[in-house]
């Protein structure tokens, strides 16, 4: 059993910052991708950014030159670091695992969500 945690999210005034957080945890070989997605009312859940087993990151252009992901393979977490919110960044933000688990087994599992408003 994987589980992710998330934290971090918050209510933050246009042009401020946050930092995201997703612990992963439980039976864990490998964690092979991490990603963050955002899904906003009314619309498709939509790739924020990932990065892979070797550090590779990539973004979505709506987010690049603003949002930062990086990763500490000790702890397993995965961070967001997003700089210059605009009020188009507010979403519930869902953390994503690409995982291989003790028993060989490789499975897609996500946190629970945490809400981004961008306010004044």
């Known amino acids: 059993q994987v589980q992710l945690v998330e934290s971090g999210g918050g209510l933050v005034q246009p042009g401020g910052s946050l930092r995201l957080s997703c612990a992963v945890s439980?039976?864990?070989?490998?964690?092979?991708?991490m990603g963050w997605y955002r899904q906003a009312p009314g619309k498709q859940r939509e790739l924020v950014a990932s990065?892979?087993?070797?550090?590779?990151?990539s973004y979505a252009d709506s987010v690049k030159g603003r949002f930062t992901i990086s990763r500490d393979y000790a702890k397993n977490t995965s961070y967001l670091q997003m700089n210059s919110l605009k009020p188009e960044d507010a979403a519930v933000y869902y953390c994503?695992?690409?995982?291989?688990?003790?028993?060989?087994?490789?499975?897609?599992?996500w946190g629970q969500g945490t809400q981004v408003t961008v306010s004044s």
């Open positions: 990065i892979g087993g070797g550090g590779d990151a």
């Open positions: 994503h695992a690409d995982v291989t688990t003790w028993t060989t087994v490789r499975n897609d599992y």
């Open positions: 439980g039976s864990i070989f490998r964690i092979n991708v």
